[in-house]
């Protein structure tokens, strides 16, 4: 359902485009050819680019296996079921389409009926000449030409019948087939009847101007029996002789031939029109490579874009030497990854922290052996040491605290107190060291 309808609204927009572009520089020109086959051109691309998709392809490398993925909550939530748009959308789209196309068949049963009444008078090669006794304007449709004797004088049906033999000279039965039946499918469009009524108009643009220039019809006398405009039965599917653009069509005789140099205007929509046809049909698909643990020493520096690399690398709270290579830790040993840049990590790790921080928190059973020059600053690993004090704002957290809770950009300053000058401070409670940070919510003291 979505795809249908997504399909038709795509549909229906390149129309509207054709039209648009129809009627702000190609209505008014006199090449009716040549319009005739733009609208054409436009219904059959309305309904086949939409099917045709240029897909560029961007590959992205991800690690086969997140390191931090074990680290992270899932959230599942229930919900009420909801109303299904997309279901009552086609519901009355359906309902649309059937109204219209159900008018469609009744007109073509009955433009058969008429037919299959009619009298057979003549037949010249496929063209079958259909004598009807009610008050019908004439009309051709494929090789049939329908036409009541009683209401023509002897010199206008001959005009008439000129006439309706281009019509089916040039099949334009088609051109009308084919746009009834898109108007089924974008009744909901606006644009299609008018578009519809435009393309008919044309049509008759073409009888018109190849009876009065190219067979010495008069275009007084032409014009004269157009004005004969009969009232009666009509369809919307077939090309009537009579029909309610006779005002239209008696200006477009009376207008002046286009120049040829107004054809550049052809030159200029078509390339245009094709430029945009296919911006119109890409789709940029994206595959995901999976990478090894090779290649997340590459990734993780790729996501610090700061003056200089490498960043600062700190293992359970411990900051490791310049050369420390990321690949001597097991995926499987991560527990977590945390990125920071710009001030956090300069405010946590001052000029160390200038080309960003990552910070790796390993599993208990970790076979990652430490650096023996590490230094201590910020998460520290409870299973191989002590939990230092933190306080925050002069106040003591509990021992469970976790330094990473606090938010980053609410931190002012943070102060480290090791060894000798923590526990004189602070007593032996203070032998694993103590942390005091100062928020920017409270003043230091």
């Known amino acids: 359902m979505e795809l249908y309808l997504t399909f038709v609204l795509k549909s229906a927009l390149l129309q509207s485009i054709f039209w648009m572009i129809y009627t702000v520089f190609l209505k008014n020109e006199t090449f009716f050819t040549l319009n005739r086959w733009f609208l054409m051109l436009g219904i059959l691309t309305a309904f086949l680019l939409p099917l045709v998709e240029f897909q560029p392809v961007v590959h992205l490398q991800l690690p086969s296996k997140l390191p931090f993925e074990e680290s992270l909550t899932v959230i599942t939530t229930t919900t009420a079921e909801q109303t299904n748009y997309w279901r009552i959308l086609f519901g009355i789209y359906m309902i649309g389409a059937m109204v219209v196309g159900f008018r469609f068949i009744l007109e073509l049963l009955s433009l058969k009926k008429i037919i299959g009444n009619g009298r057979l008078v003549k037949k010249y090669g496929k063209v079958s000449m259909i004598e009807v006794t009610q008050n019908i304007s004439p009309f051709s449709f494929f090789n049939t030409i329908v036409y009541n004797p009683d209401l023509h004088q002897a010199s206008e049906l001959k005009t008439i019948l000129q006439h309706e033999n281009i019509h089916i000279s040039q099949k334009h039965s088609v051109d009308m087939l084919l746009i009834s039946m898109t108007q089924i499918i974008l009744w909901f469009n606006p644009i299609s009847w008018i578009y519809k009524k435009q393309l008919a108009q044309n049509l008759e643009y073409i009888a018109d101007d190849l009876s009065c220039n190219h067979f010495g019809t008069s275009k007084k006398d032409y014009q004269y029996l157009l ?84 960043p600062l690398y700190v293992i359970n709270g411990e900051k490791q030497p310049v050369d420390f290579n990321i690949n001597s ?40 052996k430490k650096v023996s020059k590490a230094t201590t600053l910020g998460v520290v690993n409870k299973e191989t040491a002590g939990q230092p004090i933190i306080l925050v704002d002069d106040e003591q957290m509990p021992s469970d605290s976790d330094i990473n809770t606090i938010a980053q950009n609410n931190i002012k300053s943070i102060e480290v107190i090791k060894d000798k000058n923590a526990t004189a401070k602070y007593g032996i409670k203070a032998t694993t060291g103590i942390i005091k940070i100062y928020t920017k919510d409270q003043k230091k003291n």
Not at 362 to 368: I, P, T, Y
């Open 227 to 310: 004005l004969k405009q009969l009232s009666g039965i009509s369809y919307s599917v077939i090309n009537p002789f009579f029909n309610s653009l006779i005002k239209k069509r008696i200006i477009m005789l009376q207008k002046q031939r286009s120049n040829k140099r107004s054809t550049w205007k052809y030159i200029v929509v078509f390339p245009l029109l094709a430029g945009f046809m296919l911006l119109f049909s890409f789709q940029t698909q994206v595959y995901y490579q999976p990478v090894n643990s090779a290649t997340i020493n590459s990734t993780s520096k790729s996501l610090i874009k700061q003056d200089s690399l490498p």
């Open 329 to 368: 830790i097991a995926v499987d040993d991560i527990e977590s990854i945390t990125v920071l840049k710009n001030d956090s990590a300069k405010l946590l790790y001052g000029d160390q922290g200038k080309n960003g921080v990552i910070q790796i928190i390993l599993k208990a059973n970790s076979s990652f």
